[in-house]
């Protein structure tokens, strides 16, 4: 059963440190408990690697989508923000973000879902 709950942002990470990607997270605080929110990959490289890419998969406009449901301009700002999320339940993890105020939600998997198949639509149009 999905409880909405109200909690923190305790910090922000953008960091390509895992496996050569560049992936974001935001680290989230409830009552007694935390997850991490984000770990998609939106770019490939490494310290001292020769070549950097940024991937077309929407991770960049996520990371905006995820500005503009909290209410910031700037990543680093996210920090210390409360938010509500819905909990699915142990063991779930978060994937719907909300303002803490206003009614504006963020479904981070159905957002990366709907990115495909946009994209691929339009990749079809052009064939």
């Given amino acids: 059963m999905s409880e909405i709950k109200?909690?923190?942002?305790?910090?922000?990470?953008?960091?390509?440190?895992?496996?050569?990607?560049?992936?974001?997270?935001?680290?989230?605080?409830?009552?007694?408990?935390?997850?991490?929110?984000?770990?998609?990959?939106i770019g490939h490289g490494y310290l001292h690697s020769k070549?950097?890419?940024a991937l077309n998969?929407?991770?960049l406009v996520?990371?905006?989508?995820?500005m503009d449901t909290?209410?910031?301009?700037?990543w680093e700002d996210l920090k210390d923000k409360y938010i509500r999320v819905v909990d699915e339940g142990w063991g779930s993890p978060i994937k719907k973000i909300g303002n803490i105020i206003e009614d504006k939600w963020f479904d981070i998997d159905e957002?990366?879902?709907?990115?495909?198949?946009?994209?691929d639509n339009e990749e079809q149009k052009k064939d």
């Fill in 6 to 41: 109200n909690v923190k942002i305790k910090n922000v990470s953008l960091t390509m440190a895992d496996h050569a990607c560049l992936t974001f997270y935001l680290l989230l605080e409830g009552d007694g408990w935390g997850i991490s929110y984000g770990g998609y990959c």
């Fill in 51 to 53: 070549s950097f890419t």
């Fill in 57 to 59: 998969g929407g991770g």
């Fill in 62 to 66: 996520a990371m905006m989508r995820i």
């Fill in 70 to 74: 909290v209410g910031v301009e700037r």
């Fill in 111 to 119: 957002f990366f879902k709907n990115y495909r198949e946009e994209n």
